[in-house]
């Protein structure tokens, strides 16, 4: 699929050997591609990893919640969370899981800011926390956090079984993001933000 030609990855300087590996099939990388590609600035996505032994841990899939976003920032919905977490308790699935964060830069650099730092930090005690930067020209770096240390991940997309999803992920973005954008008051002229979700005019 297009999408994959674009697949370009990044060194992080926090390199071990030998580095953790991160497997993404096709269906939560093209979601994570066309979330990336839709939103106007950054936007957080949670998701499933399995520890298939060996350093080897595969993202089984990734989900969109409802959230705020700008050119440089994303901020989950506190309540939009809880409920996600309820959810999967009450089908019977284990939160504990959900280790897995992947954020865009939009049409920036991949790199971790210090935000970046302290929330893998902040989730990293217990298990193994992996996240991912990525931006529109399909840039990606990845790390593992786990206990205070912190390292690289080697990326391993698997192009296989990803099925169309475009439409589907833009519908998606548009529901559940509110970016934020510049406003005007036409009485003082002076530059302020406000939140909207994108299909709003």
């Known amino acids: 699929m297009d999408f994959f030609k674009s697949l370009k990855l990044k060194e992080d300087e926090r390199e071990v ?23 106007p600035g950054e936007v957080s996505v949670l998701g499933r990893i399995r520890s298939d032994g060996d350093n080897v841990y595969t993202v089984l899939d990734v989900e969109l919640l409802e959230q705020e976003c700008s050119a440089a920032s994303t901020d989950m919905d506190e309540q939009a969370l809880t409920d996600f977490v309820f959810k999967i308790a009450k089908r019977g699935g284990n939160p504990s899981e959900y280790n897995f964060w992947f954020h865009t830069h939009g049409h920036g650099g991949v790199f971790w800011s210090g935000v970046d730092d302290d929330n893998c930090e902040r989730h ?19 790390r593992r956090d786990f206990q205070g240390e912190t390292c690289c991940a080697k990326v391993v997309v698997v192009p ?15 529901k559940k993001v509110r970016a934020i954008i510049p406003a005007f008051k036409e009485d003082e002229g002076n530059g302020f933000y406000k939140a909207r979700r994108l299909n709003q005019e």
């Open 160 to 174: 296989t079984g990803a099925p169309s999803l475009m439409k589907e992920c833009y519908s998606e973005v548009r």
């Open 124 to 142: 990293s005690q217990k298990t193994p926390y992996f996240a991912l930067v990525m931006n529109k020209c399909g840039e990606m770096v990845a």
């Open 17 to 39: 050997e030998p580095a953790p590996i991160l497997r993404i099939n096709g269906k939560p990388y093209a979601k994570m591609y066309h979330y990336c590609q839709a939103a």
